[in-house]
């Protein structure tokens, strides 16, 4: 992969992102302050940037046979899904060590990170379907428009931990049925094995139904 084509992606990823953030700070809950969306904005951002340390981290982790033998190869050596993986649990255990030890109220920062996942995928794989001619994004773009339309229905409707509970299983059994229906599906281009998806969604939903019955005790 060209270094044109490298940045090309990270410049459609960042956008997308970015339109997201957008989204989120004009159409999120009402019950949200200006300063309250400016905070979690911040807060995902930061796990944002935790999240790209952690895939590099990856890759030298994944990696390191090639990282001790030439150090500057591993710029060059593409991220891939393992980075992701390795990136995703590091990042949920930092969200645990936060909501235990800093008591971090992390439902809500979920909540509004669901906001922004799903807008700025959907523009990620509009831009890879119309401009991209990327065929395998139209699968994803029907399923995240779904989830958007759940989104926001359901928004007003159920308590943040039941409408999370909704929207992980629903991303999940989608990225299931594509994942039988095409040959791959990704996440921001990173494919998504369906061991990973079943893994999610089952620690999700463990950790969500642990949360609901320790508050409702």
Wanted: net charge positive; proline share 2%; aromatic share 16%.
């Amino acid at each position: 992969m060209s270094i044109a084509s490298k940045l090309t992606t990270i410049g459609i990823i960042a956008f997308s992102i970015a339109i997201g953030f957008l989204s989120f700070y004009l159409f999120s809950n009402n019950d949200l302050t200006k300063d309250q969306k400016k905070k979690h904005i911040e807060e995902i951002m930061s796990h944002l940037i935790n999240f790209i340390i952690f895939i590099w981290v990856g890759k030298i982790v994944l990696n390191l046979t090639i990282f001790i033998s030439d150090p500057l190869s591993i710029l060059a050596y593409p991220s891939n899904s393992k980075a992701f993986y390795f990136a995703t649990v590091l990042t949920a255990i930092l969200l645990l060590y936060k909501s235990k030890r800093k008591n971090m109220m992390v439902l809500p920062l979920l909540e509004s990170f669901v906001h922004v996942f799903l807008i700025g995928s959907f523009v990620y794989e509009f831009i890879q379907f119309v401009i991209e001619d990327n065929r395998f994004a139209f699968g994803n773009l029907i399923l995240i428009a779904l989830l958007i339309g759940l989104y926001f229905f359901l928004r007003e409707r159920m308590k943040v931990r039941m409408l999370l509970m909704v929207m992980v299983t629903a991303w999940s059994i989608g990225m299931i049925l594509l994942g039988i229906i095409q040959p791959f599906v990704t996440v921001f281009g990173y494919i998504m094995a369906p061991w990973f998806v079943g893994v999610f969604f089952i620690t999700c939903v463990i950790s969500l139904a642990y949360k609901i019955r320790k508050w409702d005790a």
